[in-house]
């Protein structure tokens, strides 16, 4: 699934090749693509029709572009959007072939490229919903701000990770703790701090605290330029492009290659129906206590 990195590449693109231009027509091919509107799709259809998309923003993995009227005003709505596992929102020339697996399509009235929503496994999904007046829409308000926010607040995360009776990693992939990490990006920070994922949050000190979040902006910022990670064709930024830091990735998907720090072999186990990646002489696994 993309994550923080991936999603803010296409969030840039969306600024750049959508924001400002009216709507011209809608069209939804596949209803699951919709199928959070709770409205329907013709209801989608109608309320995207003739607006524009003024902005593109992200909260953690989740995308979210609010919408004007025709005479500019702002409708007090916003468009949201989800990649789910394969998910792509991909900027085209009109003339280009629909892809086999096209769910939308949002066309402008400047007759330029066409914003098109792709999704082979239909798990993302578009919804137009309610945003207040500091236009985030409530659907996205438990999700917790990312640490290269400037509103993340290092203090209270650090209060809050150590108060957690839980492994590090799965809080690391709490959105309701910190946004926008998933598998990937927190076995590379935790490599980064030298801390097991099965490390107990309530036994961190300040300074492995302080170690692991310089970790995750290090690694999420360093994905950023490399405009993100792809394993296959399924993430891609809105021209089609995909992400390169997979080349540089330590750990995650390097099961029995060198640690690039010390050498000894990765070792991959099984975590929450998934996998984790890490070096057992960096990361060693903590020990558990004798119950005597």
């Not at 500091?134 to 290269?148: K, Q, V, Y």
């Amino acid at each position: 699934m993309p994550e923080l990195p991936e999603v803010e590449v296409v969030r840039r693109g969306l600024d750049r090749w959508v924001t400002g231009r009216p709507i011209r027509a809608v069209e939804v091919h596949h209803p699951r693509a919709v199928r959070r509107h709770l409205e329907g799709a013709d209801h989608f259809v109608a309320a995207l029709t003739g607006r524009t998309l003024t902005a593109a923003h992200r909260r953690g993995k989740y995308l979210w572009l609010p919408m004007a009227e025709p005479d500019g005003t702002p409708s007090g709505r916003a468009l949201v959007a989800h990649l789910g596992m394969s998910g792509q929102l991909l900027v085209e020339k009109p003339e280009e072939p629909d892809e086999v697996h096209l769910r939308a399509r949002f066309r402008f009235t400047d007759r330029g490229r066409e914003l098109r929503f792709v999704d082979q496994r239909t798990f993302g999904g578009l919804a137009v919903e309610d945003a207040p007046d500091d236009g985030l829409p409530s659907r996205l308000a438990h999700i917790a701000t990312d640490p290269l926010d400037h509103d993340f607040d290092v203090d209270t995360f650090s209060a809050a990770l150590r108060r957690r009776r839980t492994e590090v990693k799965r809080a690391l992939l709490d959105q309701t703790l910190i946004g926008g990490v998933g598998n990937i990006y927190a076995d590379e920070s935790l490599w980064r701090a030298r801390l097991h994922g099965a490390r107990p949050t309530d036994k961190l000190t300040r300074a492995q605290v302080a170690d692991l979040l310089e970790g995750v902006r290090d690694v999420l910022t360093e994905s950023l330029e490399q405009g993100g990670t792809s394993f296959d064709s399924l993430y891609v930024d809105v021209n089609g492009q995909s992400g390169y830091f997979s080349r540089h990735l330590a750990v995650y998907g390097q099961e029995d290659r060198p640690c690039p720090r010390c050498g000894t072999a990765i070792v991959r186990e099984q975590f929450m129906n998934r996998s984790s990646y890490s070096c057992p002489h960096c990361q060693p696994r903590p020990r558990v206590r004798s119950s005597r």
